[in-house]
């Protein structure tokens, strides 16, 4: 099993550019997540989503859409990027919201915006 | 809002002694509280969940306990080794959702 893995890796982009980031988990879990990190801060969750074709805020959602067509996808989209967005993005993956049930988590997006 | 904290930011000791890491979290109300390890560059790993029910987990030289009264939790590594440097993050769960610390990054020098 690859587990769950996140594409690309790095990217540069200018400011108001887009871009889609891509994740993928062969566990077939329910949830997905995804989360960005900065220096100092904890993970901040942006989206979310319980199951195939449903998706829902998080705690920093604003400048960012997501979609999940196929159960083992998950994509985050910015359609404007700005240097606030600059940050390391991880997907994330669990079976279901039980209270045994952990998140698995991808390697990270680092994106810059210049 | 659940505020999650990890005190120290970051802490250096010499191989073989025992770490001792903190997380404090304001709202006693959660699921679960799960301690995860980073390393440079890379994502996270799981190390040990404990269920709201739960005093504490164990696993190898992991040990963790949760005091959800008073909102804490300990993660102890014993008998520490260089491979153990990473950062270690705390978490406590709302049901879907993870409040994360900000991490207590560990340097064991050899």
């Known amino acids: 099993n690859a587990g769950v893995t996140q594409t690309p890796k790095f990217r540069v982009l200018k400011t108001g550019q887009s871009m889609t980031l891509l994740c993928a988990q062969d566990?077939?879990?329910?949830?997905m997540y995804w989360y960005r990190q900065d220096p100092g801060m904890g993970l901040r969750l942006i989206h979310y989503?319980?199951?195939?074709?449903?998706?829902a805020k998080g705690e920093v959602p604003d400048g960012y859409n997501v979609s999940r067509l196929k159960k083992q996808n998950f994509l985050l989209g910015l359609e404007s990027a700005a240097p606030s967005q600059t940050s390391v993005y991880f997907c994330?993956?669990?079976?279901?919201?039980?209270?045994?049930?952990?998140?698995?988590f991808g390697p990270g997006t680092r994106l810059t915006v210049l | 809002k659940q505020e999650v904290t990890q005190i120290p930011a970051a802490l250096s000791v010499p191989e073989g002694e025992n770490l001792v890491l903190n997380c404090s979290f304001t709202?006693?109300?959660?699921?679960?509280l799960q301690w995860f390890r980073q390393d440079p560059g890379k994502g996270l790993t799981s190390l040990l969940l404990?269920?709201?029910?739960?005093r504490e987990q164990t696993s190898g030289r992991l040990n963790a306990s949760l005091d959800k009264s008073s909102g804490r939790s300990t993660l102890y590594i014993a008998a520490s080794q260089p491979g153990d440097s990473a950062t270690y993050l705390c978490a406590v769960s709302d049901d879907y959702k993870l409040s994360f610390g900000a991490g207590t990054t560990v340097t064991v020098r050899a």
């Open positions: 709202d006693s109300a959660i699921y679960n």
């Open positions: 566990m077939n879990h329910e949830y």
């Open positions: 989503s319980v199951g195939e074709g449903t998706t």
């Open positions: 404990i269920q709201s029910s739960q």
């Open positions: 994330a993956s669990s079976y279901g919201a039980d209270s045994t049930d952990t998140q698995y």
